[in-house]
């Protein structure tokens, strides 16, 4: 009997079809035994004959079977001895070694999710065509090292524009995410600095990638204007990762007071400051809190952005711009790297951000997110009430709530939770030290719908 699962995310006819094969391989289903028609298995497993069919199908095309008219499927003779062992991937052992595959949550609040209705994919594809239309002839060769001028110049005047950041398209590099951009920064750093601060808690990335190129890391602790300056300036980092105008996790916006004192410490000691302005554009009361850079353009802070909060995560397009201090040093270093970014992908996005579609974009997902973030806090309210602190409330894709008379762990909740189809990270991952005091939840809710966050967060309530 076979077992078809359709929480598998192998296709169901993929998983018959493997089955039937690993059969015939092994010699349990014999040469010329006859398959069940199509109508019968598929009766047999409550699955559709397209399912049965398709697996038969591709059997048939690659041989595992013949027909013979009017009379079905039947088993073809295979040489035992020559034949390929029938090779599940627990038989490769690729368990070992294979990540589990991500569990699929009713609920899923992991806080990097996006509307899953709201990638402009039409405008996506006509960009795409544009820009192959326009410049095939350029896909003969390798792209600009750096990034596409033509999307150089698009993220130039869109920074200027709506995030103060006052730069040259020849500062701004092209990357794939995050992690690419800081090992670029890592690389050019680390002649002359060892000890990166990072803040904590913060996001775990660049204390990886840091940690990854032998820097020492320097958590610094987060209040409700941002990294701890005193902290910072006691200890003896000469490089600090930050995320002033939308911190993460917590969603504190750092005061132009605490800006000034972080760029004087920058000044003053020849320290670069790494500013992620990851989300900034999805400000849900006021105006976007204008860039670190904006203020200080002449100084040590390196820029890093994203398309992967409006646009799509799953594109792998995001920039950094560097300070004219680090020009020289990265062409020497980078000079003869190519981009890690398809020229196809850039161009349609240099094509998206000249036609406006980036910028009415922003201005709808502002709109779609506003929306699911005022469920949220409501059904925090109204399922909570004083039993949650809600905080980093009015911008970004998630809140972050603190329990202060939960009995439960947070461990406990994670599991209870998965027990429900709730999907939660682990908030004490974005502690340097992996703990967390207070049990500390984070709500991601770009990814799911209205109707989702309120039985989401009314389930949430009951587990706590
Ligand atoms: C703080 C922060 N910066 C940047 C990113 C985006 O990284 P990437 O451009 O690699 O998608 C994320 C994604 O979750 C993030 O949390």
Same mark, same amino acid.
């Given at each position: ?66 027909? !013979? ?8 003779? /295979? =040489? @035992? $001895?020559?034949? &390929?062992? %029938? ?16 569990? !699929? ?8 999710? /996006? =509307? @899953? $209705?709201?990638? &402009?994919? %039409? ?342």
């Amino acid at each position: 009997m076979f077992i078809l699962s359709s929480s598998d995310t192998v296709p169901l006819y993929k998983q018959l079809y493997n089955q039937i094969r690993d059969l015939i391989l092994s010699g349990k289903l014999p040469a010329d035994s006859k398959l069940p028609s199509v109508r019968h298995l598929a009766n047999e497993l409550s699955a559709s004959c397209n399912t049965v069919d398709g697996a038969y199908q591709e059997l048939y095309a690659e041989g595992y079977i013949y027909s !013979r008219p009017r009379s079905g499927y039947f088993v073809s003779a /295979l =040489d @035992q $001895e020559m034949a &390929p062992h %029938a090779t599940t991937s627990a038989k490769l052992g690729r368990n070992d070694f294979l990540p589990p595959p991500p569990a !699929r949550f009713a609920y899923n609040f992991h806080p990097a999710r /996006l =509307d @899953q $209705e709201s990638f &402009p994919a %039409a405008l996506w594809r006509k960009c795409l065509i544009e820009g192959l239309r326009g410049n095939s002839k350029e896909l003969s060769h390798y792209g600009d090292l750096q990034g596409d001028w033509r999307l150089r110049c698009s993220i130039q005047s869109y920074l200027e524009k709506s995030r103060g950041v006052m730069c040259d398209p020849e500062q701004i590099v092209v990357s794939s995410g995050l992690h690419q951009g800081l090992e670029i920064v890592a690389q050019l750093l680390k002649d002359d600095h060892s000890v990166v601060g990072v803040e904590d808690p913060g996001y775990h990335l660049p204390r990886a990638v840091f940690e990854n190129h032998a820097y020492t890391i320097r958590p610094v602790p987060v209040g409700q204007s941002g990294i701890e300056l005193n902290q910072l300036k006691a200890g003896d980092a000469t490089i600090v990762y930050v995320t002033p105008s939308h911190q993460l996790p917590l969603g504190y916006v750092m005061p132009v007071a605490n800006r000034l004192a972080l760029l004087e410490w920058a000044e003053s000691g020849g320290n670069f400051i790494i500013e992620d302005d990851y989300d900034s554009e999805l400000r849900y009361q006021g105006n976007p809190i204008p860039s670190l850079q904006g203020i200080r353009p002449t100084g040590n802070i390196i820029y890093s952005g994203t398309f992967s909060k409006i646009l799509s995560p799953a594109l792998r397009l995001s920039y950094l711009v560097l300070p004219y201090s680090l020009l020289g040093a990265y062409r020497q270093r980078y000079g003869s790297y190519n981009c890690s970014v398809s020229l196809v992908e850039q161009r349609a996005m240099a094509c998206f951000m000249e036609q406006g579609h980036w910028e009415r974009h922003i201005r709808r997902m502002r709109t779609v997110y506003k929306k699911k973030h005022d469920i949220l806090l409501r059904c925090v309210e109204a399922s909570f009430g004083k039993r949650a602190v809600v905080i980093g409330q009015g911008a970004g894709l998630h809140v972050v709530i603190r329990l202060h008379v939960t009995p439960l762990s947070e461990a406990e909740i994670i599991a209870k939770g998965r027990q429900k189809g709730i999907g939660l990270v682990r908030f004490s991952d974005f502690h340097a030290t992996g703990n967390c005091e207070n049990v500390t939840l984070m709500l991601g809710f770009g990814g799911l719908t209205g109707n989702e966050i309120e039985q989401g967060i009314t389930l949430l309530s009951q587990i706590c």
